[in-house]
């Protein structure tokens, strides 16, 4: 009980940061739309190909968003020592973990929001009907995301280069997690594309859960002093 | 053939490089521990001390 | 605090591993390469297999030492454990990247292409990034007792992801082609196979032991510029 209280007091404090400082959300929104736009002109104006590859460029484009939020998920700790403040306060450190958690994946899920309609806009995705499946699938993949980011990002809190080390060590865990949303988005989206959708919603809730495990487990022993 | 044999040089020389490297570096490193005695930082409070002011 | 000089009894044995690894070594590649007939369907580009699969045997090996080192670090917090996980991935690495290009030497004449996306070859891909970001973590932490938590930290996730890789991997590649099967072996070939293992198995082992040492040594001398 206690945890989740610690958890909601941290993710509280973000929120109300994110509102008063008129935050980044609206520019790493126009900055993921303007990523599929790109995409449309670097392969051209081919009806079915974009079709095809929507779900990829999609996924994409999320992954390079959500590398720039995670990026940022302790900026406003890392002024004026605020990490090592909320380590003195006695109790669970891995609330800090969790409330980050669900900062990111609110921010991501709401980026999703703006993004999929401009995907289904721009690349002919026929979304009708499918919505709920579709964003179900959009959760489980931005879960695993959010999980492995944010763990990383405080790994790499104090590391050198580490704009660099974010991607370099957080990219080759995801593939399972992108070959997932991708494969699962276009089996539900495209008529033409084979393969079930159960098999790859099982991989995602799987990687899901033993990453939600294994990095909530072991977080402390990264803010170890 | 030759993918063959470019295999079997490629790995020989790879294997030959990674050991002289690390032998060179063993070699270095027990040269310049016989160069400064065993002194006050094998004592265990300096060590300790040492730490610290590292962390 | 454990004492980290380099401990007299392992002195010699990197000597007698350098001895056997060169000699089986040196063995198992002029048998690989000359006595063993060649492969009726592949002809002689066949005879890479006799490096290809122990040096993807050892980077298996090596990425689980570092898992295992990595969870006794955690427990234990000893330097030792966390010395022998770094020189385990390092010789890792190098084993991933040579079974990756003797793959690729093989895979051109006999698929006619340098790189397919078959999965093991992808999964072999993935697991040398995850290993080159362990390095580069122990590269970029200055301080050795955060270097080797973080490290160690990195080791576990990334292990824990080796078989969700390759299941993923392997069901995306199935919707297009059918994994190749692994082909029945003559016993001669199945024997040189075998040494050329052993000859792997005692190279790493000779390796990782001098990694270690000189880990030790550094650590000492570090220790000691630190005092000055």
Known sequence: MEVWLRTWAILWKDILIE?????????????????LFIFSFAIGPDFDLLRRIAAGLLWVGITFTGLLA?????????????LEALLLYPGEPRAIFLGKLVGNLAVLLLVEVILYPVAAVLFHMDLTGKILPVAGIAFLGTLGFSVIGTFYAALTLHLRARE???????????VPVLLGAVSATAALVDPAAAGGVAGWVRLLIAFDVLYFVVCTWTFPVLLER | MAYLWAGYVLTWVAMAWFAWRLESRARDAARRLKKSPRGEAETPDARSENESVRA | MTELTASPRLKGWHRLLA?????????????????????????????????????????????FIVFVMAVLYLIQRDPRWDMIAAGSAEIGVLFTALTLILGSLWGKPIWGVWWTWDPRLTTTAILLVIYVGY????????????RARWSAVVGIVGFADV??????????????????????????????????????????????????????????????????
Not at chain 1, 21 to 27: E, L
């Open chain 1, 19 to 35: 509102v008063r400082t008129k935050g980044t959300f609206n520019a790493m929104a126009f900055f993921a739309a303007l990523i």
């Open chain 1, 70 to 82: 995670l990026a940022r998920t302790y900026h406003s700790e890392e002024l004026a020592g605020g």
């Open chain 1, 164 to 174: 660099v080390m974010l991607p370099l060590l957080v990219l080759p865990l995801l």
């Open chain 3, 19 to 63: 001895f056997l690894a060169v000699a089986t070594t040196v063995v198992g590649s002029i048998i690989g390469l000359f006595v063993v007939p060649p492969d009726a369907m592949q002809g002689n580009v066949q005879r890479l297999m006799y490096l290809h699969v122990p040096a993807a045997w050892l980077a298996f090996l090596a990425f």
């Open chain 3, 135 to 146: 390095l580069a973590v122990r590269s970029f932490a200055a301080d050795p007792e955060r």
């Open chain 3, 163 to 228: 078989p969700i890789v390759y299941l993923s991997v392997t069901w995306w590649r199935s919707l297009h082609q059918p994994p190749s099967s692994p082909m029945s072996m003559a016993p001669s070939m199945l024997w040189t196979l075998m040494l050329n293992v052993v000859a792997f198995t005692l190279l790493f082992g000779y390796l990782l032991v001098r990694k270690y040492q000189v880990a030790v040594a550094e650590r000492a001398l570090e220790d000691r510029e630190a005092m000055r």
